[in-house]
């Protein structure tokens, strides 16, 4: 195994030490860094997703920033603004970068502010650069925006916009730990108030960068890129299915971006799993973290209390791999 796999398995090693009983947050978290995407946490408070965030940022010896998102928020409080300075005796007009211009950027309960906040976000996510006043400014090399919001508080939110939900390569479902996770995490929060030595071992954010480059190299048979590809027609077409309650399901498929992404995860998932190639168990693995927001479910399929989770779990029983 090369340098950077046995980084890569440290950094979750460390992150797992400090957050109990949310493993599959930690996998979503490094396999959206290891695709250079975006992730999406949904959760009761507590649930450990800013100390989640908290504790890769450490282990990485990367830059956070943190932005907690309140209705009166404004988008320059995000990217930044052109502020006068006076230099020599003179009115210079220069930028003063925002909290986006860090490698992780925490969007705490990013539904708490208006869509023009939100839409702030849209060409940092994408493109990774930031244009404010005509001028575009270029991100940090590794950057990654994670996003907080609270599922059960709904007054006084802005729902964010599919194309914003787009662009998180996962959402990731966040539930209260069970009994021996609740132990644990007294034992481990007891721990850390009385301990003042930290001897956890940092990772070189460089292994990111080399992880990505074999990544990109794990096997992609065309068996799998159609099986990927008929997971997301079965969304957009789900009236193939006559036999299924798909077509009254769902309303709006997945679009293009839900494919990719899917193909950049199974990837990675296959990599973190030390193989060389992808299979039919890497896809089923990450699916629903990659779908759940990106289906626009019927008033049906919600009267019924039917959950995107569930649509995906039936997609993946009428699909079968060629």
Partial sequence: MSDSYQAILELKRQIQQSVIGQEHVVDALLL????????????????????????????LTVTLGRVQFTPDLLPSDVTGTEVYQEVDGKPVLTFQKGPVFNNLLLADEINRSPAKVQAA??????????????KTYKLPDLFMVLATQNPIEQEGTYPLPEAQMDRFIMKINLEYPD?????????????????TNDTATTINPEHIFKAREQIHNIHMSDAMVDYIVAIIMATRKPQRYQDSPL????????SPRASIA????????????????????????????????????????????????????????QVSVA
Avoid: C
């Fill in 179 to 195: 009994d021996e996770a609740e132990a644990q995490i007294i034992k481990l929060v007891r721990s850390e108030e009385s301990s």
């Fill in 247 to 254: 077509a009254s399901w769902i309303q709006v498929g997945s």
């Fill in 32 to 59: 959206a860094l290891l695709t250079n995407g975006n992730v999406l946490l949904e959760g009761l408070p507590g649930t450990a997703k800013t100390r989640s965030i908290k504790s890769l940022a450490n282990t």
């Fill in 262 to 317: 899917l193909d950049k995860a199974a990837r990675a998932h296959a990599w973190l799993k030390g193989k060389e190639f992808v299979d039919p168990d890497d896809v089923r693995s990450i699916v629903h973290s990659v779908l759940r927001h990106r289906l626009s479910l019927s008033y049906d399929a919600m009267a019924d209390g039917i959950s995107a989770d569930k649509v995906i779990d039936e997609i993946l029983n």
């Fill in 121 to 134: 976000l849209l060409e940092a996510m994408e493109e990774r650069q930031i244009t404010v006043a005509g």
